[in-house]
Each structure stands twice: as structure tokens, then as C-alpha cells.
């Protein structure tokens, strides 16, 4: 099982859109999750695709074709500037990718 | 207050020592996870535990050991045979196999 993020730092203005790349790796249906780490705070999740929310105004679809989980925001914020994490879980192992880092610009 | 507590923050260890990281939970969780975080690598897991007196190896278990005997408790030495002790390690626990982790704040460990 793999995730990757493709992009290490994503730099936008507030307003813009904003998508996170996801992949993933991985035969069957997979449990996958997106965790935010903001400044001086503890990791911690911001959705998982089984559920089908929007937190914060970020929305991520499962697309089983392309093997992806891309993370959404139409206008992003100044507070949504953090590190993000895609999660993959499966038989009892959470797996991570690499992190993208979220910089929104006044 | 529920959470995950790791201590200390900060841990500073000269070459050659082992040295434990502590990590406790009051969420009455089962599974307790160990992971390192290194820039540019994403989280690391080093081991896992799914029960009182269980636990596996991740990917990276080499040079590290953990012990199970409080649900609480899940603590993690860095032995003296992990080449690249300097990191930061992050605890979390889960309390059922498909939820959620919760994170602890972490402890960063510098070996010189």
C-alpha cells in the first residue's frame, strides 16, 4: 500500500481554489482520510471519505478509477495555511503520505 | 480531559544510550501506534498495538522496541542500534480498528 503527494508545498492566494493531491495504491475498497497539522498544533483529522463531509469547507471525493483522493476548497482561507496529510488504512495500519504543505497568501 | 500525553517534549541523548519515549492515552483506546515523522518523508510507523501485551512491527521497527502491559500506555525506546535516532516521534491511539487516530503532541529527540 502506497500514498503519494505529489506536491511538498502549494502555494495559493486567499480566494483561489485550492486541491491537494492524492494518490494512492491499494487493491479493494480503501478507508482513506485527510489530516490537517496546523502551526504548534497536534495532527489531527479533518475528513474521511466514508462519512462525506465538508469540514471547514474542504470536500474529497473517492475516485476508484484514478486511484485518488484529492482534497477541495473553492476559496481558500488564511486559516486554512497547514501541513495536510493523506491517510490509507487497511487491516489494522494507518499508511501516510508525505505531506503537503498549504500556504494561503493575503 | 480525554487525550493522548507524550513526554517529554523535548529529549536530548548523547550517542550510543537507549532512551524510552512515553505515551499515554486516558480515551479508553485498544490500538496504540508509534510513528516517526521525519521533513519530506510524511509519518513513518514504527509499531503498533491492537491489545494489552500485543504489538507488531511497522515499517521501520529496527533499532526500536515497545511494550504493552497498561491499555494506557504504549511506551517506545530508541536503542542504541537505530543508526538514525534524530526525529520526531508521534503516539496515537485509535479505538476501533477503522476510526480515526488521535495524535499525541509529540516528542522531539536529538541524539548527538
Given at each position: 500500500q502506497r500514498v503519494t503527494q505529489p506536491e511538498k508545498l502549494l502555494s495559493v492566494f486567499k480566494g483561489a481554489p485550492v486541491e491537494l493531491k492524492c494518490n494512492y495504491s491499494y487493491s479493494g475498497s480503501p478507508e482513506l482520510f485527510w489530516y490537517v497539522q496546523y502551526s504548534r498544533q497536534r495532527l489531527q483529522l479533518l475528513?474521511?471519505?466514508?462519512?462525506r463531509e465538508s469540514i471547514k469547507g474542504f470536500t474529497a471525493d473517492l475516485n476508484k478509477g484514478e486511484t485518488s483522493f484529492h482534497l477541495k476548497k473553492p476559496f481558500a482561507q488564511e486559516e486554512d495555511s497547514a501541513m495536510y496529510y493523506c491517510a490509507l488504512y487497511n487491516f489494522n495500519k494507518f499508511y501516510f503520505g508525505s505531506g503537503t504543505k498549504l500556504n494561503v497568501k493575503p | 480531559d480525554g487525550g493522548i500525553t507524550q513526554s517529554p517534549k523535548y529529549l536530548f541523548r548523547k550517542e550510543g544510550q537507549n532512551v524510552t519515549l512515553s505515551c499515554e492515552q486516558?480515551?479508553?483506546?485498544d490500538a496504540m501506534y508509534w510513528y516517526r515523522q521525519d521533513p519530506g518523508q510524511g509519518l513513518r510507523l514504527i509499531y503498533y498495538s491492537q491489545i494489552v501485551n500485543d504489538f507488531q512491527k511497522g515499517?521501520?521497527?529496527?533499532?526500536y522496541s515497545v511494550s504493552?502491559?497498561?491499555?494506557e500506555s504504549f511506551p517506545l525506546t530508541v536503542t542504541?542500534?537505530?543508526?538514525?535516532?534524530t526525529a520526531f516521534y508521534l503516539c496515537a491511539s485509535t479505538g476501533r480498528a477503522d476510526s480515526p487516530l488521535h495524535f499525541g503532541n509529540g516528542t522531539r529527540l536529538t541524539v548527538t
Open positions: 475528513l474521511r471519505h466514508i462519512s | 486516558n480515551l479508553n483506546h515499517d521501520i521497527a529496527e533499532g504493552r502491559e497498561k491499555k542504541s542500534a537505530q543508526k538514525n535516532p
